[in-house]
């Protein structure tokens, strides 16, 4: 059987602006480790992959658990690893969560899987509001 979502963590090491991001360590873990854990509270780790290009990801993933889907050095942005993951892996919906965002609330994946079937043509996209300008 298909499963109706997976969560996908597009992670680069080749950023420009910080090299190596995905692996900057934050309080004695890594930064795309602090990302996969906010995912699996909200969803069985099962429906979890990293999509990277680089063994050093694929490597400290693996060494913590997680499911890594190898994808081309060729992908532009974090979406371009999702659609590849869509050519690996069978599902009905991908839910992006990107790399580098270790303290997102694990609730907005909740909330992205309840509204999943309301409109199977439509795009969801998590977001919040600016509260301040401070």
Known sequence: MIPNF??????RYESTRLPGKPLVD???KPMIQRVYE?????VNSDLVVVATDDDRIRLACESFGAKVVMTSSECL???DRVAEVSRKIDAHYYINVQGDEPLFNPIDIK???DNINLDKDDILMGYCPIASKS
């Open 6 to 11: 997976i969560v996908v963590i597009p992670a």
């Open 26 to 28: 934050i309080a004695g």
């Open 38 to 42: 906010q995912c699996i509270s909200a």
């Open 77 to 79: 942005t974090g979406t």
């Open 111 to 113: 909330l992205l899987i």
